[in-house]
């Protein structure tokens, strides 16, 4: 088969129906509420992590690497059905598979609660991801559907800003549940946000579809699920073995490889591929998505032992280690809806490039961090961080988005939320075992007094020490200073490698992303111009009118 050719630019989409334009806030609201609540699960998790570790009746004594597979789990489903739940939305309707998804969200949240080891959570956990992966580009392509070119970045910045609100909302109301109730209400208090979120989506939501949708997929997407499966785990054998040279390591990590290379050149060849390659021709388009996955890649990396070192070195409880990162949160909140401001005004190269520059510096300053730093030196770190955010995911979300027709929206937004889920799976695997190995080799020179049946699990993480040095009793007090010293030592290697990865995704945008568009001429993420403003565009579609009319 021939490959696919570059497509051209997004043509102009038809006028949004009149009914659906005066309530396009509206549904923007509930849009967010979706995305919220998708979001908050995960940043529920990231504060739980230290109470889902714990022995019984606390937690279910989850290890290092089962906390890793709880996220994972979730991510990598998510990830890898990204790729049909934007196809199906396309092809079926946004609006029932995001009616589908958000059902499925949340029975595996009520199941998620009532786990009775970690092996279960890790189960439904996937069951979550099943439920977000047709959630989560659905109401991109929704908001889509429902606002104008023109409208288009403003309505991104804000969905993007719920992602601040999100990460505000979860560690506090994570920190409260913890405080006065079991370790599963995190995940049943999903329950009722998911019956608001129903009525609300039946409500108001139209619907809408690619009126000449392609064949699905099957086989490019069960590649890359295999593929992203067996290099994750094998990343996370590895941290657990603190070796990446064992059998059982190399061989999901170079299996995995092989077959997403195969799941390329699947793509490449197909004429009906769940991605188009032709689109990753174009620079702009390809540092966009680069941008999204490296971000993320270092950021929750971060996520995942700052929980850590929040709650196990400085002490605080949950519901302070959630209160501690809200700077993160407001800084999203307040900026990304405001992004397309600076863009237009300075171009998304430079935007974008300031604010990998600013994740990166705030990556790199866990490197200093130490068990007496000031709360205020963190704060400060934490808001530049969530600056850096605001003003990288509205604009390359946008790139991506406008340079699809609004009939593919699910196959774009798919794109987008694919390369953001798979970098931060990565990140956590990839960030997780360089923590996990290196404390390891920093505490293996202080068990030599620890019972040999013992000795393993002591020395797995910061957690799994301080509880054998907790059982151990006075015997075992030797080891909690040891303890805080090598989690400490393990953590700035991994900011260090975080903020590596920060500048590498800071030169892939100075390079590739397009700069300041001229004045008169419209540009992506600027939202100045574009040919389907309200007044001069056509009428809308007949499959648009029938959307409205429901």
Known sequence: MSQPSSPPAAPAGPRIPEAVHRRRWAVLGVLMLSLLIVVLDNSILNVAVKTIAAPAPTGIGAT??????????????????????????????????????????????????????????????AVMGLGAAFVMPATLAVLMNVFERDEQPKAIGIWAGSVGLAIAIGPITGGILLEHFWWGSIFLINVPVVLLALALMTWLVPDSRDPKPGRIDIPGVLLSVVGLVLLVYGIIRGGELASFTDVTVLAPVLGGLAVLILFVLHERRSDHPAIDMGYFRRPAFSAAVAAIALVFFALMGVTFFSAFYLQSVRGYSALQSGLLILPLAVAQMVFAPRARLVVERFGAKAVCTVGMLLVALGLAAFALFDASTPIWVMEVVFFLQGAGMAHIMPPVTVAIMQALPREKAGSGSAINNTFRQVGGALGVAVLGSVLSSTYRGEIEGHLGGVPEALRATAGESVEATLAVAEKLGPAGQGLVAPAYDAFLDAMHVTAIASAVIGLIGAVVVAVFLPGRTPAGTAGPGTGSGGDDRRASVPGPSAEAGESARR
Request: net charge positive; proline share 2%.
């Open 64 to 125: 290092q690497g089962e906390l890793e597979w709880a996220i994972n789990s979730y991510t990598l489903v998510f990830a890898g059905l990204l790729f049909t739940s934007g196809l199906l939305g396309d092809r079926l309707g946004r609006k029932k598979v995001l009616l589908f998804g958000i059902t499925v969200f949340g029975v595996g949240s009520a199941l998620a609660a009532l786990s009775g080891s970690p092996g279960e959570l890790i189960a439904y956990r």
